[in-house]
């Protein structure tokens, strides 16, 4: 794996040809998020974005943190949490050890979520006499409902990763061992990879709609978007592999 650019709180690589990873580097604070490090990170993944050559992203942090918190009042900015919701293209969140608050809101903001069995997950800013601001009572109530997420916001307390899977919260727990969430999320990342590009992009689109349509609005809206994919040449590939009972060679057109 060869650094692309040399970056100070984030380090970036290529697993697979088809595959960026993101490595959030600030050891000695846990990863905790500051604006430098958004700025970064938001270059970074927007780079990656519009590089033809990546298919898919992985976020990942220590094995101690994904990361654990971020200096909100710091971070006046709020504008660098937002950037991340406009990637057209997946990211996974590759998570061991601390995902609380802001790190859990940035865990959220990914498009998948593989945790490591030390993965801990909280929105623990009620200590401080604040609420999370990073998104997190809004993004957790769509991934485990409101009872659940009242407990998080007003008890503070963090959850295992296994409370995490078993209330939908994450995809799955990877195997034990240090380095395994990253080595399953870059897996994932180059099998989405190896798909139609206009596919998977219109894939993450109609998914995401979901959150802000009604269920009419949103079947109508997959099915425009499904019926456009009918005039890329990815949408002819792939139908006449499958009848030819052969791998398909998308060209992401």
Not at 101 to 120: F, W, Y
Not at 217 to 240: C, P, S, V, W, Y
Request: glycine share 10%; proline share 3%; charged share 25%.
């Amino acid at each position: 794996m060869s650094s692309e650019r040399s970056y100070e709180y984030i380090v970036v690589s290529r697993p697979e040809p088809s595959v960026l990873l993101v490595t959030l580097n600030r050891p000695k604070f846990l990863n905790a998020l500051s604006s430098p490090l958004f700025k970064e990170l938001n270059h970074a993944l927007e780079a990656a974005d519009k590089d033809d050559s990546v298919g898919a992203m992985v976020l990942t942090g220590s094995e101690r943190a994904f990361a654990a918190g971020a200096d909100i009042k710091e971070m006046k900015d709020k504008t660098y949490w937002g950037q991340i919701n406009n990637l057209r293209k997946p990211l996974i969140a590759a998570v061991s050890g601390y995902a609380l608050g802001g790190g859990c809101e940035l865990a959220l903001m990914c498009d998948i979520i593989l945790a490591s069995p030390t993965a801990k997950f909280g929105q623990p800013e009620i200590n401080l006499g604040v609420i999370p601001g990073g998104g997190g009572s809004q993004r957790l109530i769509h991934a485990i409902g409101k009872s659940r997420t009242m407990e998080l916001v007003l008890t503070g307390r963090n959850i295992s990763a296994q409370e995490a899977a078993q209330w939908g919260m994450i995809s799955r727990i990877v195997g034990e061992g240090e380095g395994e969430v990253v080595k399953e999320a870059v897996k994932m990342a180059k099998e989405i990879a190896s798909k139609s590009q206009l596919a998977v992009q219109a894939g993450k689109e109609v998914v995401n709609a979901a959150y802000e349509m009604t269920l009419a609005e949103g079947l109508r809206f997959e099915r425009r978007i499904f019926h456009g994919l009918f005039a890329t040449n990815d949408q002819k590939e792939g139908m006449a592999a499958f009848a030819e009972k052969r791998n398909a060679n998308f060209t992401h057109t």
